[in-house]
């Protein structure tokens, strides 16, 4: 078995060699040659798992109630892929990813694979790395696949579009129960999960909750991509999506509490997005939102490679001295150099 | 490519000093690395198992109960197993100097006690790392 080649890791990968799994997610992350090609060969592979997203504030107890969740599957005799991701420091490009320390019970099952994944580059980056690493675990065969991501913002929405069901998950104690439930969880969530049930104020946080769910779920999954609407066609099941009423569940993840009732939620998010054709409808949008988003960096890429440094160079020193509007450089940059499309 | 360096720490047998554990890990990430810690009491096929899943390029084993002569030996062998021969090892805590030379005779890169400089661990990692691409 050949664990440097194309072939050789993705025919132990799909044997279920879990080294070659482990080796063909770091090549994606670290984007080498093998990367595209692995891929192409694993994407025929994929589309049987169940996507779920966790994501909260900070210290909520995600990767605890991973950790009780996955276990509540074990149990159903569902195998489960895991990634866990935490940012990258913006000053020495590392990473301390610590998720681990609380899925400490899953550890020696190997029905289960846990990867930390640290955010690097840029969001949109993080968001294509993240669905490429969730297809080859998908490949490889696990049935379940969970996400974990740190707080809710753009990264976490454009994260939110490559799961099925997303969990977000609230505890109390945060300070001020409304402030602390962010605008913006309303768009991604399709259950709320409140930890830390033993904790004083749960029921204060589950009241905030309810409280903003019924001013209204604002029009669900019209995600914005960098500033602009996908331009995708989305008949039917987007009334589909907002008959759907986020549950409340409270977990004691630490104890296990409440661990089954949320996977239960998770199941009949599921069997709803499958009966009530979701499902189809969010692989379309992962779809448009994954096609622009390599279009984009494939054109730019292909742009600037055959863009001389000088013309590039010329056109960044006119900007500046304001010669000429930043939007008329780039249309003469592309006059200039063309639009020319290579076989990759 | 984005290459970055994985590194593993973890503690080994059921030693609860975690500060240097903790310590070390912080340091390593302010130094560039992608750091995965895993926190206290793991077996040796837990930390094999992690290494393999995370697929490392080091694994810092933080010891402080005394154990290493036995703990190191047995990580070694379940990285083994798992065919992670090629994984750098490194070891800190409380190691009296007569088992160093021991624990290098392992396989073990670097041995490291109190007050070590991260730059020390640093060099030792590229240069590991240097002789394996190499
Ligand atoms: C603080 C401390 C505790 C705290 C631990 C708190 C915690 N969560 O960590 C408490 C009070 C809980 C504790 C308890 C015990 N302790 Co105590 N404890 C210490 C003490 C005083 C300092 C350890 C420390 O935190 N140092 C600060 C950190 C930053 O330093 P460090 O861990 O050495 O890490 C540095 C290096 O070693 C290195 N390093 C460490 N790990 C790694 C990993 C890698 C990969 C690398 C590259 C480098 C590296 O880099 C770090 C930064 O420079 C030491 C004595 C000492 N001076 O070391 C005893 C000591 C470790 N404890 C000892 C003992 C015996 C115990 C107890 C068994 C006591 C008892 N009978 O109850 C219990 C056991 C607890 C348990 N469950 O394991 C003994 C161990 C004896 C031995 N090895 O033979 C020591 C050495 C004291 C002694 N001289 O007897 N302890
Ligand atoms: N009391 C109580 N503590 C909990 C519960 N769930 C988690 N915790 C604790 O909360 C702390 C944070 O838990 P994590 O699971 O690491 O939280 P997280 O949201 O993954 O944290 P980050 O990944 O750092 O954002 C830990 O000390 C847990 O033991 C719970 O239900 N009740
Ligand atoms: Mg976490």
Redesign the interface.
């Known amino acids: 078995m050949d664990l440097t080649t194309v072939t050789g890791l993705t025919e132990a990968l799909l044997a279920g060699n879990r080294r070659a799994l482990a080796r063909v997610i770091s090549h994606i992350e670290n984007n080498t040659d093998l990367a595209r090609p692995l891929l192409a060969a694993l994407y025929p592979h994929a589309g049987q798992a169940h996507i779920i997203g966790v994501t909260g504030s900070p210290g909520t107890g995600k990767s605890t109630l991973v950790n009780a969740l996955t276990q509540v599957y074990r149990q159903q005799g569902l195998t489960v892929g895991i990634i866990a991701i935490d940012p990258t420091s913006p000053f020495s490009g590392g990473a301390l990813l610590g998720d681990r320390v609380r899925m400490r019970d899953l550890a020696g099952d190997p029905g289960v694979f846990i990867r930390s994944m640290a955010t690097r580059g840029s969001l949109g980056g993080l968001a294509q790395a993240t669905a490429d690493v969730i297809m080859v675990l998908d490949a490889a065969g696990f049935e379940r696949i969970i996400i974990e991501t740190v707080g809710v913002g753009q990264s976490e929405v454009e994260i939110a579009s490559a799961a099925y069901t997303t969990v977000v998950v609230e505890a109390p104690g945060l300070g001020d129960e409304v402030q602390a439930i962010k605008a913006g969880v309303l768009e991604i969530a399709d259950i709320f999960a409140v930890n830390k049930a033993d904790r004083e104020g749960v029921d204060r946080t589950v009241m905030a909750l309810k409280m903003m769910l019924s001013l209204g779920v604002p029009e669900k999954f019209q995600v914005m991509h960098h500033g602009r609407m996908l331009p995708v066609e989305i008949p039917q099941a987007r009334q589909d999506a907002s008959a759907w009423t986020p549950p409340i569940i409270k977990t004691i993840a630490t104890s296990g509490q409440g661990a089954k009732e949320l996977v239960d939620a998770i199941e009949n998010h599921r069997l709803y997005l499958e009966q009530s054709g979701g499902r189809l409808w969010r692989d379309r949008l992962r779809a448009a939102t994954e096609l622009r988003m390599i279009l984009r960096d494939y054109l730019l890429e292909n742009l600037l490679a055959r863009t001389p440094p000088e013309a590039l160079q010329a056109a960044i020193e006119a900007v500046a001295r304001r010669d000429i509007d930043p939007y008329t450089a780039v249309q003469r940059l592309v006059e200039e150099v063309g639009v020319e499309v290579t076989a990759h | 490519?984005?290459?970055?360096v994985r590194v593993l720490v973890a503690k080994p047998g059921l030693d609860g000093h975690d500060r240097g554990a903790k310590v070390i890990?912080?340091a390593?990430?302010?130094?560039?690395?992608?750091?995965?810690?895993?926190?206290i009491?793991?077996?040796p096929?837990?930390i094999a198992?992690?290494a393999?899943?995370?697929?490392v390029d080091v694994v810092g084993l933080s010891i402080l109960s005394g154990a290493h002569m036995a703990l190191v030996p047995r990580v070694i062998e379940e990285l083994k197993k798992?065919?992670l021969e090629d994984v750098v090892i490194l070891v800190g805590g409380i190691i009296p100097d007569e088992d160093v030379p021991a624990l290098l005779e392992m396989g073990v890169a670097g041995v490291f006690g109190p007050g070590t400089l991260t730059s020390e661990i640093v060099e030792t990692i590229e240069n590991a790392l240097g002789r394996q691409l190499a």
Not at chain 2, 1 to 4: I, Q, V, W, Y
Not at chain 2, 52 to 55: M, P
């Open positions: 490519m984005d290459r970055k890990a912080r390593l990430r302010d130094a560039g690395y992608e750091v995965i810690y895993t926190g009491r793991q077996t096929a837990m198992e992690a393999l899943q995370e697929d798992l065919g």
